[in-house]
């Protein structure tokens, strides 16, 4: 089990950009894999991006390709989402979590979350 702490929301204009952060402690950070999900009020929680255990390989859901990118640090035990361009329809909280697995867009793959941090997009 893992510990996740997330940190880097606010509120941006609409074109703006945030970075979050996501601290893990507990065990060795190296051997999970990790992502980034989110939910918006009145929807349920949706994937957002996965990032493997080395970092080799990424994956993004279609309404962020191309603006958002995922990376970690494994020497810091931290995973980052650098958030661009960004629309008022990417206002939700924003969860990491970890996995065993090697990467994964879902959602019962992850065991261990964050308490989400709010990132509201004003038009």
């Known amino acids: 089990q893992v510990q996740l702490v997330e940190s880097g929301g606010g509120l941006v204009q609409a074109g703006g950009s945030l970075r979050l952060s996501c601290a893990v402690s507990?065990?060795?950070?190296?051997?999970?894999?990790m992502g980034w999900f989110r939910q918006a009020p009145g929807k349920e929680r949706e994937f957002v991006s996965t990032i493997s255990r080395n970092g080799e390989r990424t994956y993004y859901a279609d309404s962020v390709k191309g603006r958002f990118t995922i990376s970690r640090d494994n020497a810091k035990n931290t995973v980052y989402l650098q958030m661009n361009t960004l629309k008022p329809e990417d206002t939700a909280v924003y969860y990491c979590?970890?996995?065993?697995?090697?990467?994964?867009?879902?959602?019962?793959?992850?065991?261990?979350w964050g308490q989400g941090t709010q990132v509201t997009v004003s038009s």
């Open positions: 507990g065990r060795t950070f190296s051997t999970y894999g």
């Open positions: 979590a970890a996995t065993t697995a090697w990467a994964s867009l879902f959602q019962g793959d992850y065991d261990d």
